[in-house]
């Protein structure tokens, strides 16, 4: 089922009822869900992403625009009717009832002609349990489990009554480091297996980047750039995609462009060609650095870290807008960590310039 | 958070409690202001279409009423002596039982029993305990029951003492209704504070342990300004339950309100109202006016003092 | 250099016997004082019991018998058919009971719409209710004693009822442990196309099922303990609730009086509450600790 949102916009009327301010949760989003896959929404809390969940799901009537699913308007059907599934934060289990009685509850509210026999449901709850591989754990109270079994009895509950779309609502956020890694494969897993469309909000990129097939950048209500991870990440439209995707964090610089040559501070560090003469912020990734005695960008050397595979090389540099740069170099090169100094030429297609005013990437010729 | 399309739902959902309010809450509290200063008020009058002219004659009527000092000394002075009292004690008893671990569940469940109990049939306990049976004239004298309490006196070599029976004085009648007041009010107490004093962080008490501080100075300068919000509480509560004694001296004395021969020696704001709901509203309501402000000043003087003496 | 660490272990060593002495006479002191205190609040209820198992001529007698010599447990009788109790707990039952029931229903309904709905002027209708629990109860009851006779229900069930259905009190208690429940369930269910209805019966009602018996037993326990009101509105035989019926029954507490019997029928009449006690006892403490407010 693919879903399609159409100029989706919803407005909150302001909290303080004496001044007229509105808050724009999400303005104007359009975007065509392809059927079948993960999608992750993704940026920073208040950016609108749950808002957008929320509307997809029914809970929120939007304020302007459309959702569609496949080709039907589900705009101003109530979530019942969507055929939806929706996992929030904090699971939401009904903490009286059993993991059985969880996830028989959304069956046991189909009427008429979707309504089902007894054993019927027994069947499908099951079928979701084990899907989930939680089957062995039907009798339990959700008090009784983990917080990572928790969240495989809120996706079952979810699915056991084969929605037309999944929504996950920062579904790893209340789960330790390790069980995180492990239940985002289950993710995965579970919606290749299903094949249900699927969308997915959180504030982690790494999350995103590392399931989804598409992830949707959002910042305060507008949507910045959607496309496959890598894509993004490799094309970054601007400063505030840039600085978001990627650990360690992009280090941005101050910079200035004369003659198709990127200027930092007095370094000429790289050649741009097609760039008009201005000033621009500069954004390095971390891996856009090569070790070279001779290289054209001088750093002042703070410490280097050894993380077996890689060295991280942490340095200053007075026009630097992050206090520490780091560059993600191989173990192989040796570096002299008495030097006050330390020199690098860069990776062109890592370094990204932006526009000082709207912070837009400048497109360089290559 | 849901746009619920449906709001009329809501009003369906309060409209019986609504209602049920409208009719015995909100439209009593505007009639009862009004009853207040009508002249004459008749309730039979009043349904044949009379009009009342306004007036202070209801308050000047209740003010002016011979027994109105005495009853309301009586309902000052039951509130003065036994909220004091029985605060104390009950706080006592709290940090005692905080204190312990052994038979600490039995314990609380004994000091709670007093509450679920009718305050009417436990009234005719305590008069049992406090009667004494033989004063009537041609009774044998060898069957002479001074009491229960005046027996536990006897042992400490005081004579009886009259308590409640014909001929008793006013001040015997308030210490009985003040012993029993403060029996019937220390459960609640307790449970208040008891459960106060469990939720106040272990932590304070160890700090003040590292640095030795006595055990007196911690139950002065630490227990009870952090209990002081419930301490607060627990007067106001006591303060305005003191004001509206009525029906513990109704279990001991009877409808009377007094020992035989002396009926009303005790009457109370409370008591004075209810036997003129009857014979006339408009006094009724203007005595319940001024019941109604005297706790209403007494309530905000708590409230001034406690804002003085609370420390956080 | 080696005496004076002796000497200060010799010091620490009085000093922690000192305070294990004091420490056990504070423990003594405090077991002390409440074990007084456990047998004063205990006293009246053994005294009770003791007297209505005694004959009237040994309960007379100049010094007291703390067990009675004859155990007369046809006092029990004779108070039973006295005050005619057998007739007062029907009565006061049926009241309590229907009562409670439709108090229930009308506190679930109102605690809902407070928790869980969005309407206008929510918040202010709430202050509103809250605001009267302030008043005291005698303002309300002049002018509903006019109101039932207006309505003509002097001597009828449906006064002892209707009066004092809706308390703001369980309203506000019941709302408090609605909120408590997360919000994220409510939605759940409605993504699921559970009815409001529905919701609130399986979900919100088993989850607050504690409130709902501590509202129970407190009003139920109201419906025994009341007084006042009946002894105004419902004075005659067939609709005479059990405290009015115990009172009545026996005027006179002073002089000689058959203080066994009295002392049979109280106990008659207390016996449910401690039943009621002994079953629910957690309920009970629960509901009051957040309230003060009796029955």
């Not at chain 2, 009718?118 to 049992?128: L, P, Q």
Request: charged share 15%; proline share 4%.
């Amino acid at each position: 089922m693919k879903v399609v949102l159409e100029n989706l916009t919803k407005i909150f009327p302001s909290r303080n009822k004496k001044s007229d301010e509105q808050v724009v949760a999400v303005n104007n989003f359009n975007f065509e869900i392809p059927d079948g896959k993960l999608i992750g929404l993704l940026g920073p809390s208040g950016c609108g992403k749950s808002t957008t969940l929320y509307m997809i799901s029914g809970l929120q009537a939007p304020s302007g625009g459309k959702i569609l699913f496949g080709d039907e308007d589900v705009t101003d059907l109530s979530p019942e009717h969507r055929g939806v599934g929706l996992v929030f934060q904090n699971y939401a289990l009904y903490p009286h009832m059993t993991v059985k009685q969880n996830i028989l509850f959304p069956l046991e509210n189909l009427k008429g002609e979707d309504a089902m026999s007894k054993a019927e449901r027994l069947e499908r709850a099951y079928q979701a349990a084990k899907l989930v591989q939680i089957d062995e754990l039907m009798e339990r109270k959700p008090s009784e489990l983990s917080g990572g079994q928790q969240q495989r009895v809120a996706i079952a509950r979810a699915l056991v009554k084969m929605p037309r779309v999944l929504l996950l609502d920062e579904p790893l956020s209340n789960l330790d480091a390790r069980l995180r890694l492990q239940t985002r494969e289950e993710i995965r897993r579970i919606q290749r297996e299903t094949k249900i469309t699927t969308v997915f909000v959180t504030h982690d990129q790494e999350e995103a980047m590392s399931i989804s097939d598409m992830i949707v950048v959002m910042k305060l209500g507008v949507v910045q750039q959607i496309g496959a991870p890598q894509d993004v990440y490799d094309n970054p439209v601007n400063l505030f995609v840039a600085k978001f995707l990627g650990t360690p964090p992009i280090n941005v610089f101050e910079g200035k462009v004369v003659g198709e040559k990127l200027h930092i501070g007095a370094q000429a560090v790289l050649d741009v060609p097609g760039v008009a003469d201005q000033e621009v912020f500069v954004g390095i990734r971390p891996e856009g650095f090569i070790l070279d005695s001779n290289g054209p960008l001088t750093l002042n050397l703070n410490s280097v870290e050894v993380m077996g595979r890689d060295v991280s090389v942490v340095s200053w540099h007075t026009d630097a807008l992050v206090p520490a740069i780091r560059s993600i170099i191989d173990a192989d090169n040796k570096i002299d960590r008495d030097s006050e100094t330390i020199n690098f030429k860069l990776k062109p297609h890592k370094v990204f310039l932006f526009n000082k005013e709207t912070e837009e990437r400048i497109v360089v010729e290559r | 958070m849901v746009n619920s399309k449906h709001k009329w739902k809501a009003w369906l959902y309060l409209s019986p409690a609504i209602i049920l309010l409208l009719i015995f809450t909100v439209w009593p509290i505007i009639n009862t202001v009004q009853l207040a200063f009508m002249e004459n008020y008749d309730i039979m009058q009043a349904l044949g279409g009379k009009k009342f002219t306004l007036g202070f004659g209801n308050f000047v009527s209740v003010l002016q009423y011979d027994g109105f000092l005495q009853m309301l000394g009586t309902t000052v002075l039951l509130c003065v002596i036994t909220v004091p009292v029985s605060t104390m004690l009950a706080l006592l008893i709290a940090v005692c039982l905080n204190s312990i671990k052994f038979l600490n569940r039995f314990l609380q469940t004994i000091f709670f029993l007093p509450y679920v109990t009718n305050s009417i049939a436990i009234g005719m306990v305590f008069a049992a305990m406090f009667n004494i049976i033989g004063n009537v004239p041609g009774l044998d004298s060898s069957l002479v029951s001074w009491g229960i309490f005046n027996d536990l006196l006897g042992v400490f070599g005081i004579k009886p003492i009259n308590w409640i029976n014909m001929g008793s004085g006013y001040w015997e009648n308030i210490f009985v209704m003040v012993v029993y007041i403060v029996w019937n009010a220390l459960p609640f107490k307790i449970l208040i504070l008891l459960g106060a004093l469990q939720s106040v962080n272990k932590q304070y008490y160890d700090a003040a342990k590292v640095d030795g501080t006595s055990r007196a100075r911690t139950f002065w300068r630490i227990t009870v300004p952090l209990l002081s919000p419930m301490i607060t509480y627990v007067v106001i509560t006591g303060f305005i339950g003191g004001f509206k004694e009525y029906s513990s001296i109704v279990g001991i004395f009877g409808d009377t309100m007094g020992p035989p021969g002396n009926p009303g020696q005790l009457q109370t704001m409370v008591g004075f109202i209810y036997d003129s709901i009857k014979k006339n509203q408009g006094k009724a309501s203007a005595a319940a006016i001024i019941l109604f402000a005297i706790i209403l000043v007494v309530t905000l003087i708590n409230l001034k003092v406690s804002k003085k003496n609370t420390h956080y | 250099m080696e005496k004076i660490v002796t000497m200060q272990e010799k010091d620490m060593q009085k000093v922690t016997s000192t305070q294990r002495v004091v420490k056990v006479l504070v423990q003594i002191a405090v077991y002390g004082f409440l074990g007084i205190m456990a047998l004063v609040t205990l006293f009246p209820f053994y005294w009770m019991i003791i007297s209505s198992l005694k004959s009237l001529e040994e309960y007379r007698l100049p010094n007291p018998t703390f067990i009675p010599k004859q155990w007369m447990f046809t006092n029990y009788i004779k108070a039973f058919n006295t005050a005619n109790l057998g007739s007062l707990f029907v009565n006061t039952m049926f009241v309590g009971i229907i009562s409670t029931v439709l108090s229930l229903v009308i506190t679930v309904l109102a605690a809902f719409a407070f928790a869980r709905l969005e309407f206008k002027g929510k918040n202010l209708l709430f202050a509103g209710l809250l605001a009267t629990m302030m008043i005291p109860g005698e303002m309300f009851t002049i002018t509903n004693y006019q109101t039932v006779v207006q309505f003509g229900w002097l001597n009828k069930f449906v006064v002892l009822v209707v009066p004092f259905l809706v308390s703001v009190f369980y309203i506000y208690l019941l709302r408090q442990n609605f909120l408590q429940i997360p919000n994220e369930l409510y939605l759940a269910a409605k993504v699921d196309g559970t009815s409001d209805l529905k919701y609130l019966w399986k979900v919100m009602i088993p989850l607050a099922l504690p409130t709902l018996i501590s509202i129970t037993i407190l009003k139920m326990m109201g419906s025994w303990n009341s007084y006042m009101w009946p002894r105004l509105v419902a004075n005659d035989a067939a609709h005479s609730m059990i405290t009015n019926g115990l009172r009545n029954a026996f005027t006179t507490t002073t002089g000689d009086v058959d203080i066994p019997v009295q002392m049979a029928a109280v106990a008659l009449v207390s016996a449910p509450l401690f039943l009621v006690f002994i079953f629910f006892r957690k309920y009970i403490m629960k509901g009051v600790s957040r309230s003060g407010i009796k029955g």
